[in-house]
């Protein structure tokens, strides 16, 4: 459902995985300690195993905060990777994930896997307002070298 809010009814979503390669913005912007590429990729699938634990119990309250969060969670990680809305936009959703993620400590010890990556997003947002984004290379397109 997260995914169907980030991208609109499509059957690409199911099999949906960051793409962070080298022209992108991800890559390409300057910032100070940024979550491995590869480790991105990886994100979507741990935010939902740190909710298997809250989805078990027979907690209605634990089961909605699951369900409401892991929502929020999938649809963010694509809008940060695509990042087609303002910055501040960006860090503030990553700050309410944060607080969902906290909040869902009190059902759960599995949610400290997405309070530090939505710290660590929190933190990347912020730098990104700061720095700005590199969408282009600098020196423009790569030339290919005749010899």
């Known amino acids: 459902m997260g995914r169907l809010v980030a991208f609109g009814p499509n ?17 390409m912007t300057p910032m100070k300690v940024p979550m491995p590429y590869w480790f991105i990729v990886l994100v979507p699938f741990l935010f939902m195993v740190s909710q298997i634990q809250m989805l078990n119990g ?36 990553a700050l309410c994930n944060l ?8 059902f759960s010890l599995l949610a400290i896997v997405p309070v530090v990556i939505f710290l660590w997003f929190v933190w990347m947002e912020v730098q990104v307002m700061y720095v700005g984004i590199v969408r282009e290379h600098p020196g423009g397109m790569r030339e290919p070298r005749v010899v």
């Open 99 to 106: 607080v969902l993620a906290a909040v869902a400590l009190v």
């Open 58 to 93: 027979k907690n209605a309250h634990a089961c909605v905060l699951s369900v409401v969060s892991l929502m929020s969670w999938q649809a963010f990680v694509p809008i940060f990777v695509v990042h087609v809305h303002s910055e501040s936009l960006i860090a503030v959703w």
């Open 11 to 27: 059957v690409q979503i199911v099999l949906w995985s960051p793409v962070v390669h080298s022209s992108t913005w991800y890559r």
